[in-house]
């Protein structure tokens, strides 16, 4: 007689069974145990990327990769490139040999955001602009499983504002500040009302 059993396989690298098999009614010399370890293939599994959705250009920023292995392996590697989205050219590229533990593992990076160019006019920076970069990363070690070694992300880069710009915006807000007073002196001299004295 055949029973199937059908289970998720724990985050593990060997499953531990053991089996009690019985016959009723139960003679002492009737019950058979069966015990069984199943060794589980090697598994790192790159979970997620933490970045900040949107950096300065030129800024100094962290982000952290997030391994799950169900083995110790101290020669693993990762590797972390940024590619502008605009022309397919690599503008950074971070890689290390790291020891992933059995469990999760959180890899922490220092890095610094791509230059990006504000908008000129005349040769003038104007404006600030965003560009999109497309980040990938790869975990690399003991692992029979690559299909999930990989993860795609993206990360928009904004340009420092120009001193042009911050120049715009504070004669902008000196008119409308003008303007307002203008306003209210005008309001004011309406609203008062001049009594004459009449002399007899």
């Not at 199937?4 to 145990?33: C, H, M, R």
């Not at 915006?169 to 303007?179: C, N, P």
């Not at 209210?184 to 009594?195: F, G, N, P």
């Amino acid at each position: 007689m055949w029973f199937n059993y059908t289970f998720v396989i724990p985050w593990t690298d060997v499953i531990n069974l053991t089996a009690f098999v019985e016959k009723l009614p139960i003679p002492v010399d009737e019950i058979k145990i069966f015990n069984a370890s199943i060794r589980v293939d090697p598994n790192a599994r790159l979970e997620r990327v933490d970045l900040p959705k949107t950096v300065t250009s030129e800024q100094e920023f962290t982000y952290k990769i997030v391994v799950k292995s169900n083995v110790y392996d101290p020669q693993a590697s990762a590797t972390v490139v940024f590619i502008d989205a605009d022309t397919g050219e690599v503008v950074y590229s971070w890689s290390s040999r790291v020891e992933l533990k059995k469990g999760l593992n959180t890899i922490v990076v220092k890095a610094k955001a791509p230059r990006v160019e504000p908008k000129k006019i005349f040769g003038f920076e104007v404006a600030p602009t965003v560009k999109k970069f497309i980040v990938n990363a790869t975990v690399n070690g003991y692992n029979v499983y690559p299909e999930d070694d990989t993860l795609t992300t993206t990360v928009y880069v904004s340009s420092k504002i120009p001193l042009l710009t911050w120049a715009f915006i504070g004669a902008l807000a000196l008119i409308i500040l003008l303007l307002i007073l203008v306003m209210v002196s005008l309001l004011a001299r309406k609203t008062v009302t001049i009594r004459r004295t009449r002399y007899l």
